[in-house]
């Protein structure tokens, strides 16, 4: 049975509405994504500004934890664009990350964002890897108040070393920052990527891909 | 005696780095802002890539109360490139807002970014006007856990209304937002605005306008 | 009775399309904008590209002077996406501005542009203040063939500083710059911003933010 | 004899500063070139803002007509940012541009930039090709207070038709728009492009080539 | 009887899509263009995420020879967002050229994109015009194997100047590049400029003009 | 033994400039990247233009294979702005890629660029992944002729899957795109990502993680 399911379900609205770093700028003064639209355009398209309302500026319930009982011990509230229509054209969006104990958000890049977090809560040690050839890791201990951003596009990841629980907040350069995990991008894509790619790829054999594979 | 300082003085740092929303995006993992450089550019300068270590990303403090004893009873705690230089190119920056008991960051704008703002404590009553010609009023009470949106470029304000101290945390998608206070860009420049043209702006005598005046 | 209607309601076509400076770029030689088109998207729909006559790209009128009978004595006559649906996608605009003897375009933020101006006719004594912490005003009187430029987001004015009429033909860029003027945004909200709000934010008793709303 | 030069020659200020339209967005409230700057960088290097002046956002002289004393019977006086430094890295410029009876802008495009014309005096036929391959021509007769778009990139020209002077005031998205005009880079390229290349490409003789090139 | 057909024929597809360099950036994953939709926007709208296919991403035979059997003894094969839906949002296309011996593909500008050109086979000599004033060519002889860089709207050109067959790949940096070739923009549009324009443009007799105009 | 060092190596100069899709656009001509420049800058600082030459625009070599001796069975050549100055400002760059008989790209991403690859000889497997939670793989093999496009940012990979030796060409939307192969930057970052982390992350145990690690 899958093991991921609750952390992959936590990214569902943070990818259903997707984007990129550095968008094209508003024509406007606001542009609230309206779901009913019939055209379907980069981004999201607007409903009439005269029917924008205080509501589609908003959110409630990021103080709420969230459910971090899976096999990472972690998970992701987004507040992207699929959240606050008001963010559409806006290029800028949050998470609110929850870790249990030890808990992991493992190493994964956002394809459209950098992303700056603060430690609201308990203690956390992130890093993030530069690309090719270097692949230098730059990582610290992050305690309460601290800072730390994470450039657009890196592998990076971030784990909770206290002896409770964490949470964090992240604001991301888009409306729709995206997500890959590693993990479930190389080892779980429907349909998998061929076992003797990986095998390739990672200098092991076969046997070792499907027991990266067996969790999905 | 002058009632801002303290206001002012905390958006020193804020407005030192500068930015618009929207910026040219990275051509590189990272340009980490290298003050010592002999050229002055759109943005900040690049230290050389080897020198970058993970305190250039990173800052702390941001869960220390900044000190709300001025007449407005708030103060900002800015987290742009001029405090964390490894933001330069990235198009994202953070804010912390302390709010004394009715504190209130009076009607502002940001030139250069769209903000989203998370309550950690307590309960504000924010809004922001649209352009002209309808200059609406969006509006409403958020509390703790609530996200609201400001758009870039249109004037809002936050005030503290619950019985205790407020605190939040705003995301900000430039480099360097920039904060343009209405009541010292209009009342307090330097050289000031002549009282003639403020009367004839705001359509009052200018006995009305030395009023406005006094505090700076 | 409301002493801004003329000048707010010249405001209106420049707004009803609204935008930012550094805009998305063309994807095609043009893309007139379609008032028809089923979909709301940011800055405008295309018309087919066949379609596209000259007489989209083109406006008549400018060198007929606005009516000045206000109660600032100046009116603004804008060319925005509004008015040539050609502009679309260009991020450029104008805008023509009369003045009556002393009358004044007064201070005022564009969020989506940057304007350089030109007088076409007369004296005018203009300037813009800088944000935060400086408000530095740079100032400076314009005679007949001066250009000054202001920068996007900032707050600026131009007053009539000569004996007759005064002309000026100012460039945005932007194909919807927005305007705000700062006496209707914060004194002329509706619905209204708080007397409270506005009388901490001013640092006066609420009897003087009550003149100040009196023309609204 | 050249028979361009003066046109050339006023064309020079235009492009010694250079640009495309669509540009980066400015991160600080302005950035004025510093022409000492050590360093070179896409668009200008930054003047310290302390030592920003007035002047450095202003050009006298636009209500002075230049000298139509050539081939042509038009030239261009251009406000780039090698004229205003202020406009650095806010994508926006004017030409002012005069004309002899049946004086021309010869076919010419702006690598950087859309062009928005207003005429000031006179009356003048303008138009602009399209693409490849309808290569549509759009024109169109413009009167005293008309104004018209032409496209990024696109060829146009503009041609007094009137009895007297004529003058117009053209804004361009760009901080630097770039002229080429057809003539001067196709038949007076230094060193010339090939006549065997011309001939074909023209599908003319290399005898007609030469008549095109007699001029330069 | 016309010239060009089969060059502007082959060069329909690369402008029915259009664009220009340094697009606005991907929102979502992918935006794979729709030709259904109801609403036409800057570059395209978009399919629903879910039908997106490999064969969106995908387009075979750029390894076929185009005919070369016109005036010109080139053609162009395009390969922009036209023939690949799965481009749009992605700011980047391919051509590939045939040139047959001595062909020539002949001065023309792209306005929304730089080209990279790569020889696959034989021998051309490429060069571009830089803008006014200068104009000046810069111009090299490739063999195969060789690359050429033609920046975004500047004048340039391509002939085969071996003694076989010549292929070439070009890179774009555009979704829908645009092609504007000199000859046919200026004496082939539809209508035609006037002679008397082109004429005194170009500084040569209307007879010359003719002869620049028989092969359209 | 590492066993990586050919494929990392051949990496070296497509990273050592970096970038990201959609970047600041030319504010001139040119931009010829000037390695003696006393500023760092976002992309490269400019030589002056004036000492511009053909060769700053030029490359040669691109028809030589590179050498697959190596455990992946591949090479990659690469044309950015490190190989020519000349691209700098211009977001587009080039890559030849050679495999041996089953050679592999491994999974990859490119952080600032969107790829489109033709393939020149033989036959290869491709794919990429979409981002969460759908990781679905899009995957095709071509033929010689054949063009995919490869989304920025998103995961994906070549093998050669003929009989014989295979090349292409890609292009790239950026002046350096940056590479991250997923096997380098999750199991052989310097230093490297904790055992324990990587264990949680893949769910295996961490003897499996460190069959991972050998090749490092």
Known sequence: MAKYPIFVLSLLALVCALAFAYEP??????????????????????????????????????????????????????????????????????????????????????????????????????????????????????????????PVGLVHFQQNVGNGKAISLSALSSQNPGVITVASAVFGSKPPIGDDILAKAFQVDQSAINRFRAQF
Chains 1, 2, 3, 4, 5, 6 share one sequence.
């Open 25 to 150: 700028s508003p024509l406007q003064d606001f542009c609230v994504a309206d779901p009913t639209s019939p055209a379907l355009v980069n981004g999201r398209a607007c409903l009439d500004s005269k029917l924008a309302q205080a509501d589609h500026f908003f959110l409630s319930g990021l103080n709420k934890a969230g459910n971090t009982s899976n096999a990472l011990g972690s998970v992701v509230t987004p507040v992207t664009v699929g959240q606050i229509p008001g963010l559409n054209t806006f290029g800028i969006a949050l998470a609110r990350l929850d870790y249990a104990p030890w808990g992991l958000i493992p190493p994964h890049s956002h394809p459209r964002a950098t992303e700056i977090l603060t430690v609201l809560k308990g203690s956390l040690y992130v890093g993030f890897v530069t690309s090719n050839p270097e692949n230098r890791l730059i990582s610290k201990v992050l305690k309460k108040g601290d800072v730390f951003v994470f």
